[in-house]
């Protein structure tokens, strides 16, 4: 497993990434919400969430559905977030 330093560069390489995990930080929302709150286009909140799921940081707390997934961050990508080098 990667560790804090190692995941925070990670996200802090992307602009998307890191506003994606701000946004969950929030609350728990779905990844159209993601897109309007950060004013990003949805391929790029899928993509990103994607990464962000295989490390880890965030995860899909419906996934039996198909469409309108909500998404939460994880206790590790929280720990990321409050993570200062």
Known sequence: MENIRQLYAFISTSKIRKNVLGALS???IRQVEIAKSIKEKQPNVSKALADLQKKKLV???TPEKK???VYGIT????QVLKYRP
Do not use: N
């Open 26 to 28: 929030k609350k728990d």
């Open 59 to 61: 995860e899909c707390l």
């Open 67 to 69: 469409a309108w997934k």
């Open 75 to 78: 206790d590790l990508g929280r």
